[in-house]
């Protein structure tokens, strides 16, 4: 691996983080705005699988699927099961019962989970430099003044609980990332997840709520769905560049980035 390439993960790394600090600052407007918060991630999710297909089209990426075996297809579905549905679900009806800056500091836990089965399944390994740095991060969010403690309720749980998933996926993406282009591979996340979260969708709630959505409610679903766009994006094209641990090390940041939106729009602190 040489330096250009780790110089390339790293921005596409930190360019994540920039996209995940101020999504998890909207993504808490956003859901707020929707009685059901497993709909609003479904249309949501839905529109980026639209983006991902467009883009399959306008560079004519088709050819990829066709010489993909069955352990790459199992691999494929297994991301978008475990990493584009059910995750999705719980974080965003945590999300719902509980602040933007919680949301955000349980979600980059990513990096603790996704480095211990990297280490494992992997056989990757962190310096202590990398764990110096995640402190020092966490340790300034009770700086900037925005985080007050965690609620322990019900929503944090579902947040773990979704950024759990989120880690087993990344190690499963990391294997499917060998062979398989980063865009297949985010595509893979997004629409067969949106399908499985439609079809959850249709079985409970149906899609009526859908045509009563506001021009609100749409202006940040698809402001949403453009950032989520550029996280999978960049996500995955730093994670097939570069190993695990170091970029979910590099995530952490966007807590800060949440935190400082919190602290100066809604605490005023």
């Known amino acids: 691996m040489t330096n250009k390439t780790i110089r390339y993960a790293t921005i596409l790394a930190l360019s994540t983080a ?13 859901v707020s705005s929707f009685d059901n918060a497993v709909i609003f991630t479904t249309i949501k999710n839905s529109l980026v699988a639209v983006f991902i297909l467009g883009i399959f089209i306008a560079i004519h990426r088709w050819s990829e699927l066709k010489n993909i075996n069955r352990k790459q297809w199992f691999r494929l579905i297994l991301i978008g099961a475990i990493g584009g549905a059910l995750p999705f679900a719980l974080f965003f009806t945590g999300l719902s019962q509980t602040s933007a800056v919680n949301g955000a500091l349980i979600h980059k836990t990513l990096f603790l989970f996704v480095a211990l089965m ?69 595509g893979a996340r997004m629409i067969l997840g949106s399908i499985l979260l439609a079809l959850y969708v249709s079985l409970t709630s149906g899609f009526g709520p859908i045509v009563l959505l506001s021009g609100n409610q749409w202006w940040l679903t698809i402001l949403t769905s453009v ?26 940041p966007a807590t800060l980035i949440t935190n400082i939106l919190s602290a100066v729009f809604v605490t005023h602190a």
């Open 118 to 186: 990297a280490i494992s399944f992997l056989k990757e390994k962190m310096v202590w430099q990398q764990w110096l740095g995640v402190a020092a991060i966490f340790g300034g969010n009770l700086i900037v003044g925005g985080f007050t403690g965690f609620k322990f309720n019900l929503g944090e749980l579902m947040i773990l609980a979704a950024t759990i998933l989120w880690a087993i996926e990344n190690i499963i993406a990391k294997k499917a990332l060998a062979d398989i282009s980063s865009l297949t591979v985010a």
């Open 18 to 30: 920039f996209i995940s600090g101020i999504a998890n600052f909207v993504n808490k407007f956003a």
């Open 227 to 252: 950032l989520l766009l550029g996280y999978v994006l960049t996500w995955y094209a730093a994670l097939k560049h570069a190993p695990a641990t170091y970029v979910a090390t590099l995530l952490t």
